[in-house]
């Protein structure tokens, strides 16, 4: 299969082509529509009509050369953290734009048979991830907003750092508004009523969860869990080596900071009161028992999901 690796950057693609006889070929083009045309121009110069492109999700620059790519060839979009794993165990030294893009076509000939093609959004998955996004960083504003207040010595300051923290509330809840309207016109309105059944699951966190479950085609639990980053690291190795080391680190952080107040309620709550009792046996700390509830809403969500059913309590309780 001809592979074609993409480094992206704000303003330019390092594009890197494997061809099936193992010729290699290297492109350097701007990163918008004149640069994309480039691109398929080149690759007709080869010959080449079908062809893998790979490239990492770099952030939103990534994005046009997907959309643009995924209307021609069988796209795929990895985390960064793979490529980064993948040329350590090449002992890679050396970091360019080329090497780079190289490294990518190689990943992608290696592992193409278990990386997931990429799917465009739709208009409304466009608008309610830009709406998230959006809440997200008013939220961390809000939050800088009341530091500078707390630490302020001066009263004119803090009056204008307060009429900021007005706006910047208001702004929330108009954003919070706009996400709950755009929930009710699609058609996974009914699966996030049925998550709110969920304990511990709220009116923020479950938009979140259905964004990536809506989008992405999970094949199963397991998979999901591991996107999120909940599966647990384990080191063995004959007797001397068995522990485990907490949460994968390769998973969606957002996503993953999500389930972690619906674990506490949930906690709190005694939801899961035989998992917890069987934690607190084997002597583990809070956050080990947070974490395995974290894993368990998350399996719970998948679940939901899938079924289009609402939570029960006596149907779940034994999920692990």
């Avoid at 110069?45 to 490239?55: D, E, F, L, S, T």
Wanted: proline share 3%; glycine share 4%.
């Amino acid at each position: 299969m001809n592979i074609l690796g993409l480094d992206v950057s704000q303003d330019t693609l390092d594009c890197y082509l494997i061809k099936q006889k193992g010729i290699t070929d290297y492109l350097k083009v701007g990163n918008d529509s004149h640069g994309f045309k480039h691109i398929v121009e080149w690759l007709k110069q080869h010959r080449i009509r079908k062809i893998a492109v790979c490239m990492e999700a770099t952030g939103i620059y990534y994005e046009k050369a997907a959309y643009y790519f995924n209307q021609f060839y069988a796209v795929y979009v990895v985390n960064p953290l793979k490529i980064k794993a993948y040329a350590k165990s090449r002992f890679q030294r050396t970091k360019t734009d080329k090497v780079d893009a190289k490294l990518i076509a190689e990943y992608a000939q290696r592992h193409r048979d278990i990386l997931q093609p990429y799917q465009k959004p739709t208009e409304q998955q466009q608008r309610l991830q830009r709406l998230l996004t959006l809440q997200y960083q008013l939220k961390q504003q809000i939050k800088q907003t009341k530091n500078r207040i707390h630490a302020c010595q001066d009263g004119y300051i803090a009056d204008v750092h307060q009429s900021i923290l007005k706006v910047l509330q208001d702004r929330l809840a108009e954003t919070a508004s706009q996400i709950y309207t755009l929930m009710k016109q699609q058609s996974i309105w009914q699966h996030y009523q049925n998550l709110l059944t969920i304990p511990g699951m709220g009116k923020e966190s479950i938009p979140i969860v259905l964004y990536y479950l809506n989008q992405r085609q999970f094949k199963s639990v397991n998979q999901f869990i591991a996107f999120v980053g909940l599966n647990p690291d384990t080191q063995q190795s004959g007797t001397s080596v068995n522990r485990k080391l907490g949460s994968g680190k390769y998973g969606n952080r957002k996503l993953k900071s999500v389930f972690f107040m619906p674990a506490l309620v949930a906690y709190r709550l005694g939801v899961f009161r035989q998992l917890v009792t069987n934690l607190e046996r084997r002597k583990k700390p809070k956050m080990v028992i947070l974490g395995a509830i974290m894993r368990k809403l998350a399996k719970i969500a998948y679940y939901l999901y899938k079924t289009n059913q609402p939570f029960d309590k006596a149907r779940y309780q034994m999920i692990d």
